[in-house]
């Protein structure tokens, strides 16, 4: 009995001493940004694109088309040519967002009253890590607690736990910065080329999460079951891009949506963009790119029945 009073106030006494050094170092500021941000470089600040983002969102507003996935989602599908074409879109892609994290916004946000077809990019580089940079970023700057306490849940690591605190012990709820890329209906763009090629990326081995497996099938599943229509797509890629690493990919892609009836739209190696003048870097498109990926992915739309003429 008196150990289990001491382990009790032992937990009671490092879980105070655990929150207050937040309180600590998320109100001390050193050049306008609190403390807490020089401690770990997993910490984000809240503010720039997804802030903005998830500030304009409104999920009371039905959409026909909503983008998610990574930075190649927000930075390579903008939704204005969705818009110019007769189409409602908003972009719910954000940097190194994982399948474990689209998941979780989906459960939170998504449905078939607001959402008329859900187009899921997909980058195998975000299908190997474990989403800490994206869960870093979301946990902040999402609007409700609930999304990203599952967020922090999904990553199972104590790192998350320290985010998830941070959110909640971090008085400012406005945001910390500004990001002049950001261009409304959740598009982030870059306006410069790469202008020079770029040797073969020569590593052909992938390997594939087992968590974000899991919750790319769950994603899936989750679209089936709220009546979501769904496309899984992949953007151009410059003539670096390993094409074996790609098969790899594509084939993982393919077997995973293999009888669900969802198309795998897989732009990568097709012909129609300029490999110095419409990349930002080795696979970012910029804005000119994006314009023209957007495009081409409306017309396969359209001819795939995906989209209505309006």
């Known amino acids: 009995m008196r150990f289990l009073k001491y382990a009790l106030l032992f937990i009671a006494v490092s879980a105070a001493m655990y929150i207050g050094a937040f309180v600590v170092l998320s109100r001390v500021k050193v050049k306008g940004m609190p403390l807490i941000f020089r401690t770990a470089d997993y910490y984000k600040?809240?503010?720039?694109?997804?802030?903005?983002?998830?500030?304009?969102f409104d999920p009371a507003v039905r959409h026909d088309v909503i983008i998610m996935g990574s930075s190649h989602a927000h930075?390579?599908?903008?939704?204005?040519?969705?818009?110019?074409?007769?189409?409602?879109?908003f972009n719910l892609g954000s940097s190194s967002q994982s399948p474990m994290n689209s998941y979780y916004l989906i459960q939170a946000y998504l449905n078939s009253s607001n959402t008329g077809l859900?187009?899921?990019?997909?980058?195998?580089?975000n299908f190997i890590k474990d989403g800490l940079e994206s869960t870093s970023d979301l946990t902040q700057n999402v609007p409700g607690a609930a999304v990203a306490i599952r967020m922090a849940?999904?990553?199972r690591a104590l790192r998350?736990?320290?985010?998830?605190?941070?959110?909640?012990?971090?008085?400012?709820?406005g945001d910390y910065y500004e990001d002049l890329d950001y261009h409304g209906l959740g598009y982030a763009y870059n306006t410069d080329s790469v202008k020079k090629a770029?040797?073969?990326?020569?590593?052909?081995?992938?390997?594939?999460?087992?968590?974000?497996?899991?919750?790319?099938?769950q994603c899936v599943e989750l679209c089936r079951e709220r009546g979501i229509r769904m496309v899984v797509s992949s953007h151009y890629g410059r003539?670096?891009?390993?094409?074996?690493?790609?098969?790899?990919?594509?084939?993982?892609?393919?077997?995973?949506?293999?009888?669900?009836?969802?198309?795998?739209?897989?732009?990568?190696?097709?012909?129609?963009?300029?490999?110095?003048?419409n990349f930002a870097d080795l696979s970012h498109l910029n804005d000119a790119g994006a314009q023209i990926f957007t495009g081409h992915l409306v017309d396969s739309l359209g001819s795939l029945g995906y989209l209505r003429k309006p």
Request: hydrophobic share 40%.
């Open 198 to 217: 770029e040797g073969i990326y020569n590593d052909t081995t992938i390997q594939i999460s087992p968590m974000q497996r899991r919750y790319f099938a």
């Open 45 to 56: 600040p809240r503010g720039g694109i997804s802030w903005h983002r998830f500030q304009e």
């Open 75 to 89: 930075r390579g599908y903008d939704p204005h040519v969705f818009e110019a074409r007769g189409y409602s879109a």
């Open 118 to 125: 859900l187009i899921m990019d997909v980058y195998d580089n």
């Open 239 to 277: 003539a670096a891009w390993n094409r074996t690493r790609h098969a790899k990919f594509a084939a993982f892609i393919d077997s995973t949506l293999a009888g669900t009836g969802i198309p795998y739209i897989d732009y990568t190696f097709e012909p129609g963009i300029d490999d110095l003048n």
């Open 160 to 173: 998350a736990l320290n985010m998830l605190t941070l959110r909640f012990t971090n008085p400012n709820m």
């Open 153 to 155: 849940w999904g990553l």
